[in-house]
């Protein structure tokens, strides 16, 4: 689904090719909105907790034996109650998820080329 005045694609990763075409055409700078967890730390624990977190990409690397894409960057919008802004986080994209890219610039043909494959 590409938005091309909010300059956005919302992908559906139905496979390992799906994974690598991603990781062909992400940027550093580009923001991935993506479902991930996080380790939240009490005073006396620790526990994992599921959100959706949009980050600045830094790096990703495809991890073809465990088919999975990782995508490294600055989270720079979370829920409100966590206060995780600013943070490195790796988000892991497998088959049968969702992501959304959004770019800065215009949607390159690499994007448009994705949306028809």
């Known amino acids: 689904e590409i938005d091309e005045r909010l300059k956005t694609i919302k992908i559906r990763l139905d496979n390992e090719d799906d994974l690598w075409e991603l990781y ?20 006396d624990s ?9 980050i600045k990409v830094e790096w990703a690397e495809m991890q073809p034996m465990s088919n999975r894409l990782r995508v490294h960057g600055i989270i720079i919008d979370c829920p409100d ?18 992501a959304k890219i959004k770019r800065r610039a215009q949607l390159s043909w690499q994007l448009m080329m994705f949306s028809q494959s």
């Open 24 to 43: 062909n055409i992400l940027y550093t700078g580009d923001v991935l909105v993506g479902r991930t967890t996080r380790e939240m730390k009490t005073n």
């Open 46 to 54: 620790s526990y994992r907790r599921s959100m959706t977190v949009a």
């Open 81 to 98: 109650d966590v206060e995780i802004k600013g943070k490195h986080h790796t988000v892991n994209l497998d088959p049968g998820r969702m």
